[in-house]
Each structure stands twice: as structure tokens, then as C-alpha cells.
């Protein structure tokens, strides 16, 4: 059973830890989360957590002592009752991006610590602090800014939690997902379809109804390569040339894509002046 502890001034964000696939997993046993408010490990009436920053500047900048405190009892409580290894998890935007890569690493520790925080960030030496004595992982959930790092911790427990044994049902479910390491991880997964057959004058491909699994898998497969190349042409370019098959270099080359002259026929693919041909 993986353990998750996260430690936050606004205990209340966390709740949708509770719902969906994280809180099956909760109740199944399968994840072990614990959300501790960080004002428990502040000593004056007004539960100061923050104050202005040294050299000046805007905002203000999580103490010191609180965390320290938190991070301290949250390790010593998780070694008492059988954690081990744990791993430090600070949401930032200036950390690394966040990707499936990283989830799939982070589903095969068994303690996650999470420290999401708000106003300017924590104070610097917390995390050199911690990082003497743990692996510690700064992660960006994307190119913006939030409020705090709450939302974050929910999207990486999201994404870790549905890669643990036995969370999702179908244990298959997850091996096609965008960005799922393997052949396809370059590419985005294409449109899908259920019944009925045919809402508001809209029906459904064809080929999803003729039966033949090997003209459906490639009418998958160049629907990726088609969302992928409107969507994010960077995965298509950072992609391995061994990843595309014969039949998946015939559609790049309609939807506008070229091999590198000087590596052909298996060099990497970039686009041609004028994008997608329609």
C-alpha cells in the first residue's frame, strides 16, 4: 500500500480525495492518505505561517519553523507505523514539468510527501533541508501560475494513484494512454466512440463497426497521428524514428511531415512550410 501524506494550510482543498478513482483506492486500502493542516505547527494566537521576504520584494514567504516541525512529525509517524523510503513532492512552477514519465516513477514509491504552498513558495532552505535526507522532486504542473499548490497535488495523485496494482479495473486500461511509455508515447490517443450508432445526425467511423481489428487498430493509430500532429507537433519531432512503421510514415507525410535529409529512411520528422495538407 503506497502511503501520501500532504501537508497544507487549507486542509479543506483536498477533500476530492475522497471521490473517484483516489477515494476507491482509500477505502479499498490500496492508498493510505493522510492531509495534515500546517497551522497544527504554528505557536502564536494568529497561526502565522508566512512573513515578508529577506532583500525585500513582493508577497510574502512561508516560514521555516512550521515546516520543519510538519515535515519532522509527518516522517517520524510514518516510520513508527511501517513507511519507508519516502519522497519529497513540491509543487512549484519552477519546477520540472510533470509528466507520465515522472508519474509512472512516482507510482512505484511507497511514500509520497506532498508540500504544496502558497503566497511566494516555502522558504528555500526547507527543501535543502529535507533534500539531505529524501529524493525530492520540484514539479510544474504547466506554464502558469496558481494560487497554491493544492490543485497540483490533486493532478499528481490523480495521475499516480490509476497506476497503482488494482485501482483501475481493467489492468490494461492504462498501457494506451497519451503519453504511456512505450511505442505510442509520442503520440496522442485519437477520438473514441460508444453507443448509439448514430446521435444528432452524427454517426460513428465505418471501420469501428466492420470488425476487422487490424483496420481499426490503424484507423487508431493514424487518428493519433493526426491529433497529434494538431495538437503537439513537438511530441511527433522528439519522437524515435523506430516508433513509426511504414504505414505511420505514409500518413505523416499527408498530414504535412518530412524525415531529416540526412537521416532518411528512419531519421526524425519535421514539418514542411504549410502544415497539414487537407
Known sequence: ????????????????????????????????????????????????????????????????????????????????????????????????????????QL???????????????????????????MPVHEVSIGDYVLAGGEAAVLVVTEAVARLLPGVLGNAESHRDDSFAPGAMASLLEGPVHTKPPVWRDRGIPEVLLSGHHGKIARWRRDEALKRTTANRPDLIERCEPGAFDKKDREMLSILGWEPDPEGEPHGRFWRRTGGVEE
Not at 108 to 125: K, N, Q, S
Open 1 to 104: 500500500m503506497m502511503r501520501l501524506d500532504v501537508v497544507t494550510i487549507f486542509p479543506e482543498y483536498l477533500e476530492p480525495l475522497n471521490v473517484s478513482l483516489v477515494g476507491k483506492a482509500r477505502a479499498r486500502g490500496q492508498l493510505n492518505v493522510q492531509v495534515h493542516d500546517l497551522r497544527s505547527w504554528t505557536h502564536d494566537r494568529h497561526n502565522t505561517v508566512d512573513d515578508t521576504p529577506y532583500g525585500g520584494g513582493p508577497g510574502m514567504v512561508m516560514k521555516t519553523e512550521p515546516w520543519g516541525e510538519a515535515l519532522d512529525e509527518v516522517l517520524a509517524d510514518g516510520y513508527e507505523t511501517g513507511s519507508h523510503a519516502p519522497v519529497l513532492v513540491v509543487p512549484t512552477p519552477s519546477g520540472r514539468p510533470f509528466t507520465q514519465e515522472l508519474a509512472v
Open 107 to 133: 507510482s512505484e514509491c511507497p511514500w509520497l510527501i506532498f508540500t504544496p504552498a502558497r503566497y511566494e513558495g516555502i522558504d528555500r532552505r526547507v527543501v535543502d533541508e529535507y533534500a539531505t535526507r
